[in-house]
């Protein structure tokens, strides 16, 4: 499903937190959301989520505005992957992933066996079947992730808005995670990922949306957008972009001599 923002600026009331933001998020198509600690990251995603709706402007998904959805409508067409979730009660992973189920059964009627088969194949489709009688709580950070991914899926929405998917992975899990969220664009979901991580924009992104103080610094593809001076103005870090593997790959390069440098002066001047 296409996402479509337009003109949309939201306040808390002290001020702008978003200001004028607009981009489309295409099916098939991996975004990744790009921006220092404080930017409105966040709050996009829950106004895109509609859970923050004093907003101007407006939001659509597959050409319906999300203010005329209701919220069962709105969780069939775009499903959320948090990038915390401590649940009260030790749920089990077959429950967690079935709880997705929700947004077309009701909070109060029984899954049907169509859905029994949906929790089925996603734990196959990410490999943790084997997990399915665990405790959620009892489970690694990494496989926690997948498991939310799980229940996004059997939530049938085609666009999925995941925060932060990677945080707290080892390098290792980073790379497999991100490879589970690109393969799922292959199959024509729309996906959005906010990510502080350059290079996985850069490795996995077919779009990125840059903001700087709740405005939109770059949008467009990686090639195109994701640039030193790019890197330089969001987190006030000097890098240089390397190609590398004959030019198939780039990757973000830190200048450590000015940025060691800097922080000394920052740190002198304190």
């Not at 990744?32 to 996009?44: E, F, I, M, Q, Y």
């Not at 980073?174 to 979901?189: D, I």
């Not at 992104?205 to 405005?215: C, E, Q, R, T, V």
Request: glycine share 8%; with cysteine; net charge negative.
């Amino acid at each position: 499903m296409t996402v479509e923002v337009k003109s949309l600026t939201f306040s808390y009331g002290q001020g702008n937190v978003l200001e004028d933001v607009s981009f489309t998020a295409r099916p098939g198509r991996l975004l990744a959301l790009l921006g220092p600690n404080g930017v409105g990251k966040s709050t996009l995603f829950r106004c895109i989520l509609g859970l923050a709706d004093h907003y101007s402007g407006d939001i659509f998904v597959e050409g319906e505005n999300i203010r005329s959805l209701t919220s069962r409508a709105l969780a069939q067409r775009i499903a959320y992957v948090p990038q915390y979730h401590y649940p009260s009660f030790n749920f089990s992973v077959y429950d967690m992933v079935l709880m997705g189920t929700v947004a077309w059964t009701g909070g109060f009627s029984a899954p049907k066996r169509r859905h029994l088969d949906l929790v089925d194949q996603a734990l196959q489709k990410l490999d943790i079947d084997h997990l399915r009688h665990r405790g959620y709580t009892h489970i690694s950070g990494g496989e926690r992730q997948l498991v939310l991914i799980a229940r996004a899926l059997v939530q049938e929405a085609k666009t999925l808005v995941m925060d932060e998917p990677t945080a707290n992975l080892d390098y290792g899990n980073q790379l497999k995670m991100m490879a589970q969220v690109k393969e799922l664009t292959r199959e024509g979901y729309t996906v959005i990922v906010s990510t502080h991580n350059p290079d996985h924009a850069l490795w996995f992104a077919d779009d990125i949306l840059a903001l700087s103080a709740g405005k939109v610094l770059a949008f467009g593809p990686p090639a195109q957008v994701l640039t030193s001076q790019l890197i330089s103005a969001l987190y006030g870090a000097e890098v240089h972009i390397a190609s590398v593997n004959q030019g198939k790959t780039c990757i973000c390069v830190p200048e450590l001599d000015k940025n060691i440098q800097e922080g000394e002066e920052k740190y002198e001047q304190m």
